[in-house]
């Protein structure tokens, strides 16, 4: 059997948990939902960088001149950069687009993750889309589903997240395909617990996006499975789309 585990924030990482791990990494509200929207329409590479300082470093790289920058640092979105929402993204135009982009947590758990086997970066609107390449590949290699969190804490909408991706695995695979570990098999619970938009409302980082008059951009996140886009992070360190 195959082991799928989730990790319930990105503080729980340990380098030795990713050797030949497959690693789907979320942060619904907001950085992987984000990146996905980005890519899906249009948006050619993602940088993710670990914080405000490695963003503006690269604005002094020629080869980075024609890129465009968006990022946040703890929900404020940072000077002179675009706010890092999946509409706003998209209002300032992502075709044929590179990105580097920066936030507090997404953007640290897939650097955090880079020397995994495989690593793909999730949301509600390409879940099927991630979970039928990973049938197409045939892997037997463990899966791990890495909830970013919010400043190394428990979140609502990543365990969500975590449980969609949790149901529709076992849903796609013959049963007995999979271990679920305690933390899977909660995940999976508590998704059957609620839609995807009252959950999300229900966190804290869905109120404090409404509270900023930004509930479309929780409403769009709380899509399920509009992208058919497989987002991968790749060995350079940079995010693109992966063609079967």
């Avoid at 975590?162 to 695995?169: C, H, P």
Wanted: aromatic share 8%; charged share 20%.
């Amino acid at each position: 059997m195959i082991k799928l585990h989730v990790l319930t924030n990105k503080a729980e990482l340990k380098k030795e948990q990713l050797d030949n791990k497959i690693v789907i990494v979320l942060d619904i509200l907001i950085a992987t939902t984000s990146i996905v929207t980005a890519l899906a329409n249009g948006c050619l590479r993602v940088v993710p960088v670990r914080n405000y300082l490695e963003a503006l470093s690269y604005k002094d790289i020629p080869e980075y001149s024609g890129y465009k920058f968006s990022g946040e640092l703890n929900a404020d979105t940072l000077a002179g950069f675009i706010q890092p929402t999946p509409l706003a993204l998209l209002e300032s135009g992502m075709s044929g687009q590179n990105l580097v982009y920066c936030t507090t947590n997404g953007t640290v758990a897939l650097t955090d993750c880079k020397s995994a086997k495989e690593v793909y970066v999730g949301s509600l609107l390409n879940t099927q889309a991630i979970i039928d390449r990973m049938k197409l590949d045939d892997s037997e290699n463990s899966i791990l589903v890495v909830c970013s969190g919010s400043s190394d804490q428990f979140n609502i909408e990543d365990f969500y997240g975590a449980g969609f991706f949790v149901q529709s695995i076992v849903d796609s695979y013959p049963s007995n395909t999979f271990d679920l570990s305690d933390s899977a098999q909660a995940s999976k619970i508590f998704h059957a617990g609620g839609s995807a938009l009252e959950l999300l409302n229900l966190s804290r980082v869905g109120k404090l996006l409404n509270d900023r008059a930004w509930n479309q951009e929780v409403e769009f996140a709380a899509q399920k499975n509009i992208y058919p886009v497989v987002p991968k992070l790749t060995t350079q360190g940079y995010v693109e789309l992966s063609i079967a």
